[in-house]
């Protein structure tokens, strides 16, 4: 049998929707991000799962809680090679509070943001070593956004994919002997209309 990785973005949170940097801060889930990690824990229930990893930031850990809950089997481990990418000075500021502190230029400053390469290569050792380590599992894991599309536009060499990813989304990749492939992309089936 083949080793899946299902990655779960968590669910929503303040600082998403006043499009703060959010990074490494630990910021919780809102009333909303809880209903969305509730309809997905109920959800991934419906499978049996043989790992469960997350970041160890609280809006990914919160959500894992859920699933935790869910699924009857506790968070095997919290990796931080999971967490989204690290903001710097930037952490938990908006776009206008950015211009107000530092200027229209802000961005040509060096903040100490972390680097996409330095991501994508945190992700595919990250997925490289759990393919290896749980071989032939199901491995579901919780994680962020941005970090997580990066990681994919590494690991299926395409700079098309991996953008936009939703709040509990669903994606589950599969390792067919010579690369990896989606099984499932961007999934929200689990989340009411609204």
């Known amino acids: 049998m083949a080793t899946t990785i299902?990655?779960?973005?968590?669910?929503l949170t303040d600082h998403n929707l006043e499009k703060r940097a959010q990074g490494h801060t630990?910021?919780?889930?809102?009333?909303?991000?809880?209903?969305?990690?509730?309809?997905?824990?109920?959800?991934?229930?419906?499978?049996?799962w043989d790992v469960l990893i997350s970041s160890d930031l609280r809006r990914a850990s919160e959500t894992a809680a859920f699933i935790s809950a869910a699924?009857?089997?506790?968070?095997?481990?919290?990796d931080e090679r999971l967490r989204e990418k690290?903001?710097?000075?930037?952490?938990?500021?908006?776009e206008s509070e950015r211009i107000?502190?530092?200027?229209?230029?802000?961005?040509r400053m060096d903040m100490g943001q972390e680097m996409d390469d330095s991501m994508r290569a945190r992700g595919m050792s990250f997925v490289e070593e759990t393919a290896a380590r749980f071989a032939?599992?199901?491995v579901l894991v919780v994680t962020h956004g941005?970090?997580?599309g990066q990681t994919?536009?590494?690991?299926?060499?395409?700079?098309?994919t991996g953008d936009d990813l939703r709040n509990t989304c669903v994606t589950t990749i599969a390792h067919d002997g010579e690369k990896w492939t989606y099984l499932l992309y961007d999934c929200i089936r689990h989340l009411p209309e609204e």
């Open 6 to 11: 299902t990655f779960v973005r968590h669910g």
């Open 26 to 48: 630990h910021n919780p889930l809102n009333e909303t991000g809880r209903r969305q990690a509730a309809f997905l824990a109920k959800r991934l229930a419906e499978e049996p």
């Open 71 to 78: 699924i009857g089997r506790p968070v095997d481990f919290f």
């Open 86 to 94: 690290d903001r710097g000075r930037i952490a938990g500021t908006t």
């Open 100 to 107: 107000a502190r530092w200027g229209i230029d802000w961005e």
């Open 136 to 138: 032939g599992k199901k």
């Open 146 to 148: 941005y970090f997580l």
């Open 152 to 160: 994919l536009k590494a690991l299926m060499e395409d700079e098309s």
